[in-house]
């Protein structure tokens, strides 16, 4: 306001409104409170206030409706325009369905399917106790263009599992690891499958643009030009949502844009299977469904994803395809995830409608246990 605009003429107030970007001052006067009229900027600055400030137009609005306003519905201004003319789909599209991650320019890989049978792992307890089973002959299928969550309480064996099928552990395992109903080979399925942990393991000092020109350079090696790599590099940034970021260090990124490096760092080379420690670990909600939406993506590119997943709400645990529920090295579901409530209905555990199922099904996962045993030890009798 300035000190000019306290002349009062007619017992109004005149407001000097500075717009960005423009050498011309727009103002609006009041009136006194005896005729109560305003007088409103020319349309050209209403247009341009209205996107500078997106809240005040939607707080507005808010009132309108909650007043039993009949006015006129003001439209919601869109925050980032450039996405949306690039394909990023217009506000108010409806399209909740995220597109699939093909990634045209990566080397193409054929889908893998993964079966295990009669799986068993222990660990040494010390010279003297002997060995601790994780694992008890557990069997089970993840295939290709799911998005496969393994679940269970601390200790079940979740992380155990994963391991094994990634190939990190070997000794003391009994049972089969099939690839597309053949004998896994492990040198051949390490260089098809990623594995993506829990904390990301990022360096501080380069630029996210620096890491995937290192990442390329030794996961594409030598037989692809820098031409070629810059256009992967380009694509798998650009479809991750960090073209914004790229010039940034890792040590400056969000939690959701290390998750994001860590995924595009290991996308180079294209792989058909990739495992995630509890992908969503230390990120808050929305970040939590961007990640799971990406795997989703990843899935429906033709890929198998398994991810580890501790303790995910209703609306990210209803995100995954397939669910494989482990308690005390044993498989107590596996399946649809919406087949988990019916499973524990059928069970004698009836969920209730205001309770995260999955949540409840970890907290049922011990009595289930003793509904098996009781069940085993019925039929051995019988």
């Not at 040590?251 to 509890?278: C, H, T, W, Y």
Request: aromatic share 4%.
């Amino acid at each position: 306001m300035d000190g000019d605009g306290d002349s009062k003429s007619g017992g109004g107030v005149k407001i000097h409104l500075e717009l960005d970007g423009d050498d011309v001052n727009e103002s609006v006067s009041y009136s006194s409170a005896t005729t109560r009229s305003v007088c409103s900027p020319p349309p050209i600055a209403l247009k341009e206030i209205e996107s500078l400030n997106n809240a005040s137009v939607l707080s507005g609005s808010q009132n309108n409706l909650c007043n039993g306003s009949g006015g006129a519905t003001l439209r919601k201004v869109p925050n980032n325009t450039t996405n949306a003319s690039k394909g990023g789909g217009s506000p108010g599209s409806g399209g909740h369905k995220k597109p699939t991650i093909s990634l045209t320019h990566l080397p193409k890989r054929p889908p893998v399917d993964i079966e295990f049978a009669d799986l068993s792992y222990s660990v040494s307890e010390g010279r003297k106790r002997g060995y601790k089973t994780i694992l008890k002959g557990i069997n089970g299928k993840f295939k290709s263009g799911e998005l496969t969550g393994i679940m269970g309480p601390s200790g079940a064996g979740k992380s155990t599992l994963m391991n094994i099928l990634a190939g990190y552990k070997t000794s003391n395992l009994d049972g089969h690891v099939n690839i597309n109903g053949k004998e896994r080979s492990l040198r051949r399925f390490r260089k098809m499958s990623c594995y993506i942990m829990q904390d990301d393991c990022l360096s501080p000092h380069l630029t996210v643009k620096e890491a995937m020109q290192v990442s390329a350079n030794l996961k594409l090696g030598k037989g692809i030009t820098q031409a070629d790599k810059k256009i992967v590099i380009n694509e798998i940034l650009e479809t991750l949502g960090l073209q914004d970021c790229i010039d940034t260090n890792s040590s400056s990124l969000s939690g959701g844009q290390r998750k994001r490096l860590s995924i595009a760092l290991e996308l180079v080379n294209n792989p058909p299977v990739m495992f995630f420690d509890e992908p969503t670990s230390g990120l808050d909600s929305s970040s939590c469904f961007q990640c799971l939406c990406l795997l989703k993506s990843l899935a429906r590119g033709g890929r198998t994803i398994i991810c580890t997943i501790h303790q995910p709400s209703a609306r990210l645990f209803e995100m995954f395809d397939h669910l494989y529920m482990l308690a005390e090295g044993q498989c107590i579901y596996r399946g649809p995830v919406m087949g988990l409530v019916p499973f524990l209905s059928s069970m004698g555990l009836n969920c209730p409608s205001y309770h995260n199922p999955a949540d409840y099904g970890k907290l049922s996962s011990c009595a289930i246990l003793s509904i098996l045993k009781l069940w085993e030890i019925k039929h051995s009798v019988l």
